[in-house]
């Protein structure tokens, strides 16, 4: 084998798959984040999709990307790429700009033919002037036709040969990273164990593309990574959303209660739809519902019968699925809806990610409806967020809504399975036979205000519950004045009694700084990696981050009231921060806010606290 020049060392690096929504630029990207965490590598990824079902091919609507992050110190999926794999000129186009000004850009230049350019509404022949790219590594490669003469005995048809020119693609990265193509050989085989002709053909080629980055060794760099010594294990490569249902699962197990989702396919929710279907033999029960209405209807009903219960959609959804939230707080039972915030209004942009269904979370409910919102903050802590929800919604008789976001629902990060024996009991507060004796479905523990729960069958617990106000005492339908107040009263000292339950706030980065960045949800990455950096440099910055928005946690009062200037930081026109405001007399907050449909930038951040820490 030739000797590899121009080798760079480096903590971290950067790549972005790009192609037509038809080239398989999520696949080969997910499984060289897969294999890169196999290795000891971190890594964030960023699925980024098409807004279009089937764009118009080689157009720049049409554009698909997935960027990984992977190394050492990795909190987000990067804001430059160090290497951009441009499958045709509307990729390259449209993914430039997301490029460090020394990267690597590997091109099939058989897709760059008059048509292409024109498809692509390039003016020009030649691309890269067009665009003034100057001072990156072009590496143009003709891949189709390689594709063509490896798979020319293969038996399969063109079309399904050109489906395989990203695994060509997958196989140089592989060989500019040092990545082991074996495990990507299982990964592979995986995909594609019903199909053999078809994983022998991508085999076959992902090899070809491999060995002939050794041909190009002298004209490109390549690059060692960092590895991280990690914490004994098994680990792999997890999405949110699918965190996010096997967090449920997890939580059905420790509460000894058969796990029953009801729910509507949106996007970008409906992969936990799918993930829970698949889990059958865990005792899993799923509806695919009519509608948004009945998914959550169905949920309701589980619970009353006795199930965890959970529904999920995203921002639309949440608002159809508003009335009965609203009748679970009424009725006071335990359910979790799980809302995979993407772009808005109404339909907006489906395949986007945004935080922009935080006050309607909290507040989109008619009467005095207080629920429980939670939020997750990285693809791997949807996991712990999910059972957190379900613990509380079982423990507190009360609907919990977790808050996801495309950007983490479809990231996804390198995960230590955890041991299920780590994670605490969950205790229902069902009756006793003692109570037995004048018991009445809204007799509530004194102290935590929580409702005894019985399940139908139980003998001696006959009941029914409903969305028409109660009695206190004895269940029985009342318009009583004073009784609603109460009633009211008592939903929201349930609610409120829940901060004493959840962890109080922790202050990161330095604490002594007269910064502090505020954020919530999805975001964390982002705004650590900013804080960490400023901090690196010699700049005083802390950092608070929220997964428990109602209740707070107790002690964030006086948290906040520590520091001199608070900037809150949300994908949002400042929802967070009103509610803030709301919540705490005389807290005066900055804000930094954007609703471009597409997570912040590091470097950013970065320089907007800057200018804050040098404001007068």
Known sequence: MAEKTKIKELEKVVVRFSGDSGDGMQLAGNIFSNLSASIGNEISTFPDYPAEIRAPQGTLSGVSGFQVHIGKGVYTPGDKADVLVAMNPAALKTNVKFCKPNAVIITDEDSFTKSDLEKAAFTTDNPFEELHITGMQIVPVPITTMVKASLADSGLDNKAIIRCKNMFALGLVCWLFDRPVEHAAHLLKNKFAKKPAIYEANLKVMNDGYNYGHNIHATVSTYRIETMPTQKGFYTDINGNKATALGLIAASEKSGLPLFL???????????????????????????????????????????????AATSTSGPGLALKSEAIGLAVMAEVPLVVIDVQRGGPSTGLPTKTEQTDLLQSLYGR????????????????????????????????????????????????????????????????????????????????????VRYWALPGMEGFMHRLGGLEKDNVTSAISTDPANHQKMVDLRQAKVNYIANCIPELKVLGDESADLLVVGWGGTYGHLYSAVEQLNRSGKKVA?????????????????????????????????FASFLRSKMHGLDVLQYNKVQAQPFMVNELVDHFTKLMEEK
């Open 262 to 308: 009801g729910s509507y396919p949106i996007t970008p929710a409906t992969d936990i739809l799918h993930e829970l279907a698949a889990r059958k033999e865990l005792g899993v029960k799923v509806v695919q519902a009519e509608d948004e209405i009945a998914g959550v209807c169905t949920a309701i009903g589980a619970s009353f019968a006795g199930h965890l």
């Open 366 to 449: 008619n009467g005095e409806s207080p629920a429980v919102v939670v939020a997750a903050s990285t693809p791997t802590n949807c996991f712990d967020m999910a059972f957190n929800a379900a613990k509380i919604a079982l423990e507190h008789m009360t609907p919990v809504i977790l808050l996801t976001d495309g950007f983490i629902a479809n990231g996804s990060s390198a995960w230590r399975i955890p041991e299920l024996e780590t994670y605490p009991e969950i205790k229902p507060n069902y009756v006793t036979p003692e109570m037995k004796e004048g018991w009445r479905p809204y007799k509530r523990n004194p102290e935590t205000f």
């Open 543 to 575: 950092m608070a981050h929220f997964n428990y928005i109602n209740p707070l946690p107790k002690n964030t009062e006086e948290v906040l009231h520590k520091y001199k200037k608070i900037v809150v930081c949300e994908l949002n026109n400042g929802q």
